[in-house]
T-cell receptor, first 114, second 109 residues
Framework: DAGVIQSPRHEVTEMGQEVTLRCKPI?????LFWYRQTMMRGLELLIY????????DSGMPEDRFSAKMPNASFSTLKIQPSEPRDSAVYFC????????????FGPGTRLTVL | AQRVTQPEKLLSVFKGAPVELKCNYS??????LFWYVQYSRQRLQLLLR??SRESIKGFTADLNKGETSFHLKKPFAQEEDSAMYYC???????????FGIGTKLQVIP
């Protein structure tokens, strides 16, 4: 089992460009989470899904950020347009169920916006 | 609002010395507390959760509701314990997790 898969691992882009981050959760997990990690703010929950349905997106910083989960094996986090302050490591995680809330993290995508 | 506070960004201890990583939380409901760890070049992973009341790699953590704390302890630090440690608070059916800013533990040989 490869665990949670994220792509790309590194992304460098210019301000104003669209950025799409991808995540494949562990098969059979009901929950999927997107986090952003920065030195100043640590690990922040952006949004999470249950059975492909967004449950809580209160952590999404602004309308430039959007996330989708079209099926149980794929999710995207999109930033349009990107800004330098979006530079961070973005993690995707999945967890099996409510009774087993342990989260399994992906390796992260390091985003740099110039 | 829920909040997790880890007051130390860096904690350095000598090998064999006791370790205590501090964590305090703020939450009006019934908390579910976790410790996650990230070793160098590895993924963030669960170390332990309070409800399990178990010891993992020699680490234990006791939930103190009176002091709203969930400190992580180990009696004798090992070099392989060097890592980033995150305290986390679960709510919303324990799926919505709020993480602390993390403490880097450095064990000096």
């Amino acid at each position: 089992d490869a665990g949670v898969i994220q792509s790309p691992r590194h992304e460098v882009t210019e301000m104003g460009q669209e950025v799409t981050l991808r995540c494949k959760p562990i098969s059979g997990h009901d929950y999927l989470f997107w986090y952003r990690q920065t030195m100043m703010r640590g690990l922040e929950l952006l949004i999470y899904f249950n059975n492909n349905v967004p449950i809580d997106d209160s952590g999404m910083p602004e309308d430039r950020f959007s996330a989708k989960m079209p099926n149980a094996s794929f999710s995207t986090l999109k930033i349009q347009p990107s800004e330098p302050r979006d530079s961070a490591v973005y993690f995707c995680a999945s967890s099996p169920s409510t009774s087993r809330p342990e989260q399994f993290f992906g390796p992260g995508t390091r985003l740099t916006v110039l | 609002a829920q909040r997790v506070t880890q007051p130390e960004k860096l904690l350095s201890v000598f090998k064999g010395a006791p370790v205590e990583l501090k964590c305090n939380y703020s939450y009006s409901g019934s908390p579910e507390l976790f410790w996650y760890v990230q070793y160098s070049r590895q993924r963030l992973q669960l170390l332990l959760r309070h409800i399990s009341r178990e010891s993992i790699k020699g680490f234990t953590a006791d939930l103190n509701k009176g002091e709203t704390s969930f400190h992580l302890k180990k009696p004798f630090a090992q070099e392989e314990d060097s890592a980033m440690y995150y305290c986390a608070l679960g709510s919303g059916g324990y799926q919505k997790v709020t993480f602390g800013i993390g403490t880097k533990l450095q064990v000096i040989p």
